[in-house]
């Protein structure tokens, strides 16, 4: 179950301990009436703390832009072919997506692309005419699930 995610809503809770120390003599004890609602500690992923431009193993830093592990274990067929995460998010134009598609193996009539591009600007919230590719496939299967 931890590799497929299927968690319950109280395994994904936070626990009750949450920012409280549990070591004997070492609570994280309010002193000053300002500090009631103070978390202690330092938290795991700094988004305090700016990237640096060139990464190194020895950087033991999590900036919070590092895969699960259940995509490390089982990685995506576009990731196996240098395809990242990030290349499926970017916006682009309607005729990029278009062709992006086409060359894919998939075939529109212009009424149907229109209607499935306008669904995943609906999906990404898109203020311009421009989509991802993850909103285009994401409207492809709203229109499938309705097919059937």
């Given amino acids: 179950m931890c590799i497929t995610g299927e968690a319950s809503m109280q395994q994904l ?15 994280n004890s309010v002193r000053k009436a300002e500090d009631e609602h103070r978390s202690f500690g330092v938290p795991t992923v700094r988004t305090d703390v700016p990237f640096k431009i060139w ?67 609906e999906c990404c919230n898109a203020s311009d005419d421009r989509v991802s590719v993850r909103a285009f496939l994401q409207a492809m299967q709203i229109f499938k699930n309705l097919e059937e």
């Fill in 55 to 121: 990464r190194s193993v020895a950087d033991y830093q999590n900036y919070g832009d590092e895969p699960e592990a259940v995509d490390l274990m089982y990685p995506a067929t576009a990731t196996e072919m240098g395809i990242s995460e990030a290349d499926f998010q970017q916006t682009r134009d309607r005729e990029t997506i278009r062709k992006l598609f086409e060359r894919i193996g998939f075939s529109f009539k212009q009424g149907k692309f229109n209607a499935l591009y306008n669904k995943a600007r």
């Fill in 13 to 27: 809770a936070p626990d009750a301990d949450l920012g409280k120390s549990n070591k004997i003599n070492c609570s």
